[in-house]
């Protein structure tokens, strides 16, 4: 009669249980906070201007006017930003698009806070969610500067929280291998991740400061 040998996975070495297993990784506690500071920044800025935007609709109805309490003159004018076709570009209001999305991040950075860790293909989806976000956003600044001639407060505020979890999430998958990149640059990240989102936001603050500069100094 034959015998048929169980394996023991229990007694295999641990460098060979981990390369048979998908590795995960879970993030910092401070990726974490920075994930949950951003998301809620983003989900705070999404809210505000979709409320404005639903009274700006009623007012329209009842055929009143409605100033949203961010537009400031004619520059900083978030009521100019609501009301352009930019501002509803999947067809329904773009913040509506950020109460989902900025949620998400806020629930990724809770679970991360928990100790969940991710594999891969997690990480790198979640990267080109935010890749998505900053591209939408550049977007959007630049029709808010260049064709709708406006700025709103509540918009500058996502940009920045989008901008500060791309790189920051982006660093972590290179810094982790999830990421292909050169040593040096696995360097880089690791040391001075935040000089990328500093220079990313002063060049947009220099671009609005340009934009504008007649109206700034006078």
């Not at 394996?7 to 641990?14: A, C, I, L, N, R």
């Not at 991740?193 to 671009?207: A, C, N, S």
């Amino acid at each position: 009669m034959s015998k048929t040998t169980v394996k023991d996975v229990s007694m295999e070495p641990e460098t060979e249980r981990a390369e048979i297993a998908p590795r995960t990784e879970g993030g910092s506690r401070a990726l974490a906070l920075l994930l949950v500071i951003t998301g809620a920044a983003g989900l705070l800025a999404a809210w505000v201007i979709t409320i404005d935007k639903f009274k700006l609709l009623e007012a329209k109805v009842e055929g009143k006017t409605f100033t949203p309490g961010c537009s400031l003159n004619p520059v900083v004018s978030c009521g100019s930003v609501m009301e352009s076709k930019q501002a509803a570009v999947f067809g329904f209001p773009n913040p509506m698009l950020g109460l989902v999305c900025y949620g998400i991040v806020i629930a990724v950075g809770i679970s991360l806070l928990a100790r969940a860790r991710y594999p891969r293909w997690y990480w790198l989806t979640f990267n080109a969610g935010c890749l998505f976000g900053v591209g939408f956003c550049a977007w959007l600044m630049f029709q808010s500067l260049y064709r709708i001639n406006a700025l709103c407060l509540w918009c500058s505020l996502a940009w920045v929280a989008t901008i500060l979890m791309f790189w920051y999430v982006t660093s972590f998958n290179i810094r982790k291998g999830f990421l292909p990149a050169p040593n040096w640059l696995k360097g880089f990240f690791g040391e001075f991740t935040w000089v990328l989102p500093v220079l990313h936001i002063g060049i947009i603050g220099m671009l609005i400061l340009t934009r504008w500069w007649d109206f700034w100094t006078s």
